[in-house]
Nanobody, 124 residues
């Protein structure tokens, strides 16, 4: 049983930074890829960034390149999302997701496992 537990969300001001963590358990994740998604209030869930456990290849939503960085610590089975220069429009519930395939995908339906989400609120 795969479990994903996000943490690190909170209330910050515009321009601040925040690092989210996703602790994964229940499997050997070497053949998995991981993703971060977010769901702003009243909107659809959207892809933020993805990473492969093996090799650490990454992929980002175009609009977030340069501000957000995804990384993983294989020894800790933890995936991180470093968010810099935060804006009010980054306010959302952020989710960690896993899929049992190496290739990164950007759509919600491609991921088999989800965390409960962590709220990020950016004030202006």
């Amino acid at each position: 049983q795969v479990q994903l537990v996000e943490s690190g969300g909170g209330l910050v001001k515009a321009g601040d930074s925040l690092r989210l963590s996703c602790a994964a358990s229940g499997r050997t994740f070497s053949a998995y890829s991981m993703g971060w998604f977010r769901q702003p209030p009243g909107k659809e869930r959207e892809f933020v960034a993805g990473i492969t456990w093996t090799g650490g290849s990454t992929y980002y939503a175009d609009s977030l390149k340069g501000r957000f960085t995804i990384s993983r610590d294989s020894a800790k089975s933890t995936v991180y999302l470093q968010m810099n220069s935060l804006k009010p429009e980054d306010t959302a519930l952020y989710y960690c997701a896993a899929r049992p395939y190496v290739a990164i995908r950007t759509t919600v339906g491609e991921y088999n496992y989800w965390g409960q989400g962590t709220q990020v609120t950016v004030s202006s």
